[in-house]
C-alpha cells in the first residue's frame, strides 16, 4: 500500500478506534474505570518502547547523536510549555471519572481534545515521513494512550451537562483533526528537505513526555501496593511495544530491503556499462 494512503488509514483509525471504545464503554463505568486505570499504564510502556527502541537508534544511524537528542530535548520543552498554557491539555486520571466537574470544565477538555488531536497528528504525520513501519508504530502507541485519554473525557464531558450524543459528534469534529495534522505534516516535509534525525529525536520527545510527565507520576500517586498491577501492565506494554516494533521491521523491511538491493544492482550495471564504454 501507497505510504500516504497508508497514513491516511492509520490517521482514520487511530481518532476513530479512540471514540468507538470509549463511546461503548461510557455506559460500563467499571470497566471503563478498570481501563483507565490498567490501559493507561500500559500505553506508557508502548510509548517508552517506540521512543527509545525504535526512534532514537534509528535517528542516530539517520545522522549525528546529538542532533537526535537535541531534537527530543526541544520537543519536551515545547511540550511542556503548551501544558503549562492548558490545563487540559493531557490529563487522563482515573478519577476523572469519580469527580464531579462543572461545564465549563467540559468544555475546556473538548478544546484540549482539538489541540491533543492536532499535536498527535503531526507526531502521526512525521512517523510517516520516517517510514511506513514507523509510522504503524506510532499509531500503535498514540491507540494505546487516546483510548483511556478519550474514556476519561467523555466521562468530564457527561457530568458536565453534555448529552452523549452531543458528546460523540463534538469529539468526532475534534478527531478530524487529527487527520489534517498528519496530512500537513506529512506533505510539509515532503516538500522541505528535513533534517531527519531531528524528525526522529521530536516525535521520540513527544512520546517520552506523554509517558514520563503524567501517566508515570499517575502510577506511583494511584497504586496502593509497592509493585501492583499497573506497574505489571507498564512492562506488559513494554513487551507488548517490543514484539510490535519487531514485527513491523521484520515484515515490512523486506520491501524496503529487496527495494534498495534492486537500486544497488541498477547502480552497479550502470557502473558497469560505463567501465565498458
Request: neutral net charge.
Given at each position: 500500500m501507497d505510504t500516504f494512503a497508508l497514513l491516511i488509514l492509520a490517521s482514520i483509525l487511530t481518532g476513530i478506534l479512540s471514540l468507538v471504545v470509549a463511546s461503548v464503554l461510557l455506559t460500563r463505568s467499571h470497566w471503563a474505570n478498570y481501563l483507565v486505570k490498567f490501559g493507561t499504564p500500559f500505553a506508557a510502556g508502548v510509548l517508552l518502547v517506540a521512543a527509545f527502541r525504535d526512534l532514537l537508534p534509528h535517528g542516530v544511524e539517520e545522522g549525528s547523536a546529538s542532533n537526535v537528542m537535541t531534537g527530543a530535548l526541544v520537543s519536551i520543552l515545547f511540550f511542556f510549555l503548551i501544558e503549562k498554557g492548558f490545563k487540559s491539555f493531557h490529563h487522563h486520571h482515573e478519577e476523572d471519572l469519580d469527580q464531579p466537574r462543572n461545564k465549563t470544565q467540559g468544555w475546556l477538555f473538548l478544546i484540549g481534545d482539538f489541540f491533543h488531536n492536532a499535536i498527535d497528528g503531526i507526531a502521526l504525520g512525521s512517523a510517516f515521513l520516517i517510514d511506513s513501519e514507523t509510522g504503524i508504530i506510532a499509531a500503535i502507541a498514540l491507540i494505546a494512550h487516546d483510548i483511556p485519554l478519550e474514556i476519561g473525557e467523555f466521562g468530564v464531558q457527561l457530568r458536565s451537562g453534555f448529552t452523549k450524543r452531543q458528546i460523540i459528534i463534538r469529539n468526532l469534529l475534534t478527531s478530524t483533526t487529527l487527520i489534517v495534522g498528519s496530512i500537513f505534516a506529512y506533505q510539509v516535509g515532503s516538500e522541505i528537505d528535513l533534517p531527519m534525525e531531528y524528525v526522529y529525536g521530536s516525535v521520540a520527545g513527544f512520546f517520552i513526555y506523554l509517558a514520563?510527565?503524567?501517566?508515570?507520576?499517575?502510577?506511583?500517586?494511584?497504586?496502593?501496593?509497592?509493585?501492583?498491577?499497573?506497574?505489571?501492565?507498564?512492562?506488559?506494554?513494554?513487551?507488548?511495544?517490543?514484539?510490535?516494533?519487531?514485527f513491523a521491521h521484520s515484515y515490512i523491511d523486506v520491501g524496503h530491503a529487496h527495494h534498495d538491493h534492486d537500486d544497488h544492482d541498477d547502480h552497479d550495471d550502470h557502473d558497469d556499462h560505463d567501465d565498458h564504454d
Open positions: 514520563l510527565s503524567d501517566i508515570i507520576p499517575t502510577i506511583h500517586s494511584s497504586e496502593k501496593a509497592r509493585y501492583g498491577l499497573q506497574t505489571g501492565f507498564l512492562f506488559f506494554g513494554l513487551l507488548f511495544g517490543t514484539t510490535v516494533s519487531s
